[in-house]
């Protein structure tokens, strides 16, 4: 059976709907194994057992394990944008990532540090993400995912900042918002257990200062 459609030269296949379905069905196998396992123990064999098929037809989607574990992180990176995007109101263009359009009026401050911060009461994407930076560490493919995933989360908080708080200057906005990046996302760590305890003193600082970080 055909799954991809005709493709340019140096173009990535174009699937169809249904080898979509089962592409996704391998990514989300990989991510399963990934965070059970971790990187160490997620072979394309135990991966093609979780989804249930043969590691010839996972290679057919993904031929290396790079390419697989790499796909797998791109997708939960921008799971992480796009519920950022729908509670700030803001979205990247799909021309250019570095432009970013307002399609909603501004939201709350504190309504954005609570989406951010509720990822992180999810454990399994908490052990995921830890994977992420392990790998990044250690893998220059994977490190270059992972820049690309903070540049843009970077802009699109500096943008909401800039958006609520016109009288800073750009520069001042950038700070705030890598600020505000390296505090959320390192209290993940803590949050999780994995780093330390976890306390309500701790999630109220935290939040306040976050939220300051964006407008006071």
Not at 34 to 58: C, F, M, Q, T, W
Not at 170 to 185: I, N
Request: glycine share 6%; proline share 3%; with cysteine.
């Amino acid at each position: 059976m055909i799954e991809e459609k005709g493709q340019g030269a140096g173009k990535a296949p174009q699937l169809t709907r249904q080898g979509s379905i089962r592409r996704t069905s391998l990514l989300d196998a990989a991510e399963a194994v990934l965070v059970a396992k971790g990187n160490a123990d997620a072979s394309l064999r135990a991966i093609a057992g979780e989804a249930g098929v043969r590691v010839g037809h996972l290679q057919h989607y993904f031929p290396t394990r790079a390419d697989l574990i790499k796909a797998v992180l791109e997708r939960a990176l921008d799971r992480s944008l796009e519920r950022l995007a729908d509670t700030t109101g803001l979205r990247i263009t799909r021309d250019d990532p570095s432009a970013i359009e307002t399609h909603e009026g501004p939201a709350n401050p504190a309504d954005v540090v609570a989406v951010v911060l509720a990822e992180q009461e999810d454990p399994q994407l908490v052990r995921l993400y830890v994977e992420v930076w392990a790998l990044a560490a250690r893998d220059d493919d994977i490190a270059a995912v992972v820049r690309e995933f903070y540049r843009k989360y970077v802009t699109h908080v500096e943008t909401f900042v800039q958006q609520g708080r016109p009288d800073w200057s750009g520069e001042f906005c950038r700070a705030r918002a890598e600020t505000f990046v390296a505090l959320v996302e390192g209290a993940a760590l803590m949050r999780s257990g994995i780093a330390g305890s976890r306390s309500t003193a701790m999630d109220a600082q935290l939040a306040e200062h976050a939220v300051q970080l964006l407008r006071e």
